[in-house]
């Protein structure tokens, strides 16, 4: 009986080396596997049966190495992460638009065209000087135009990116509902599932750069998902997101929540992010402009009407058509007939270039934000606050990345794969299984030793 209880035990060791070695097999073949966790096997002695002698040795189950609360830090740090990083790429573009400080830039622009105007005032009558003005009206409608286009295109882009951002996050819900149910049922069997639970973990993540989550976990291996207080997987199944047109946005899209059509509340992670680009910030940055360029087309023409033609009589003449900064252009008629430029300030007196002069003089009027600044000064705020948005969003990304680096280093060093220590439990294994194996060739020899004596 005695031979019996040993050749068991033997047998019960070699197995659970065995099952120890393809743990640590697995381990090293997924050492560069994006998202893996290391497994380790815990062992525990056979209790005794009624001999009083132990009965080998055993495998309780194999552990997933996760630190849950480490994975919580990094999904915190990861929304935000997400927000800004968007935020820094929307605005570094839209400073690219304004194309600041530069000689092809809206302020040098603003500054030829004012300077054409003391140029006329001195040279009336000289079609040139004319033609000059007309051609620096027309430059600066352009560089209107073309600012207020490319924001308008950003905020087009941010639209097409949530879409995207939108329908990655549908997709990533139904892929943790599924791995969802096959933990449930793998973690029935006995089996931990920790390869599913690592590739639920990395989407997770990955959820988690896009929109601000929270994740409650399960007796049974499940997680339930919320975003804005309601479920985004609960269980088994995927609440999906609907993107709905809104023609009091410009027909931009707004999230809702498919079952109720009730609005989703984002308010962190790229998809944040964007839509604070796209409805908050981006649309700050062209009504700026919109301000800027509707009081030039206010005052000049303003200005302009009140002066006279080349003939001396000829008043009342808008030099400007449009009314912001995607609609400026300088008059078709003035465009057509230089004459209609009222360089003058008197009827009567073509050499006079009076009119001329008040317009360039509006270069430093101070007809902005309550009388108080000028052209240039308004041009100068946003731009600085344009530079300031995007230092604080770089800043903040940057800070957040490295948080998140600092994090995932601490994440690899619990459950990334050690290669040195995977080493040491395979040599440890293989000599546990070695000495099993001589343990049966010993009772082998017992039991033929054995049969020769009884034979």
């Known amino acids: 009986m005695t031979i019996s209880i040993g050749l068991n035990s033997a047998v019960r060791a070699l197995l659970a080396q065995q099952q120890a070695m393809d743990v640590v097999a697995h381990n090293v073949a997924n050492v560069n596997t994006p998202g893996y966790s290391r497994q380790r096997v815990h ?58 400080p530069s000689d092809s830039g809206l302020r040098s622009i603003m500054g030829q065209f004012f300077n054409t105007w003391r140029d006329l005032a001195n040279a009336p009558g000289q079609s040139a000087a004319r033609s000059a003005v007309v051609q620096a009206g027309q430059t600066l409608a352009f560089a209107a135009n073309r600012i207020a286009t490319s924001l308008g295109d950003l905020r087009e882009d941010a639209n097409t990116r949530i879409a995207a951002a939108t329908g990655e996050v549908n997709d990533l819900a139904t892929q943790i509902a599924r791995l969802n149910a096959r933990i449930i049922e793998v973690r029935g069997t006995g089996d931990p599932a920790s390869d599913l639970t690592d590739q639920r973990d990395n989407a997770l993540d990955r959820l988690s750069q896009l929109t601000d989550l929270r994740v409650m976990q399960h007796e049974d291996g499940h997680v339930d998902v919320f975003v804005g207080g309601r479920a985004l997987v609960s269980g ?12 009091a946005n410009e027909n931009f899209y707004d ?21 604070h680009q796209r409805d908050t910030d981006i649309p700050a940055r062209l009504a700026d402009l919109n301000t800027l360029i509707a009081q ?85 705020g946003m731009i600085t606050r344009l530079g300031v948005a995007v230092r604080d969003a770089d800043n903040t990304a940057a800070a957040q990345g490295a948080t998140i680096a600092h994090l995932s280093q601490l994440r690899a060093s619990v459950s990334g794969v050690n290669l040195d220590e995977e080493m040491v439990n395979l040599v440890q294994y293989q000599k546990g299984y070695e000495a099993a194996s001589r343990v049966i060739q010993t009772i082998n020899q017992m039991l033929d030793e054995l049969m020769r004596v009884l034979g």
């Open 255 to 275: 999230l809702t929540w498919t079952s109720d059509g009730a609005a989703v509340q984002v308010s962190s992670g790229e998809l944040g992010g964007l839509i």
């Open 43 to 100: 062992l525990a002695a056979v209790a005794p049966g009624d001999t009083g002698v132990g009965n080998g040795v055993e495998m309780l189950g194999i552990e997933r190495i996760r630190d849950l609360f480490v994975d919580f830090q990094i999904r915190a740090q990861s929304h935000t992460a997400g927000e800004f990083q968007a935020r820094s790429d929307s605005l570094r573009l839209a400073e690219l638009a304004f194309g600041e």
């Open 296 to 380: 030039v087309i206010e005052d000049v023409n303003t200005a302009h009407a009140a002066g006279y033609g080349l003939d001396g009589v000829t008043t009342g003449t808008a030099f400007f058509t449009g009314t912001d900064a995607s609609t400026v252009a300088v008059s078709a008629a003035v465009q057509a007939d230089l004459s209609l430029v009222a360089a003058g300030a008197a009827a009567g007196a073509p050499g006079d270039g009076g009119g001329a002069l008040a317009i360039a003089d509006l270069q430093s009027a101070t007809n902005l934000t309550g009388g108080s600044e000028t052209f240039d000064a308004f041009f100068n």
């Open 236 to 247: 088994i199944s995927s609440n999906s997101i609907a993107l709905e047109r809104n023609p």
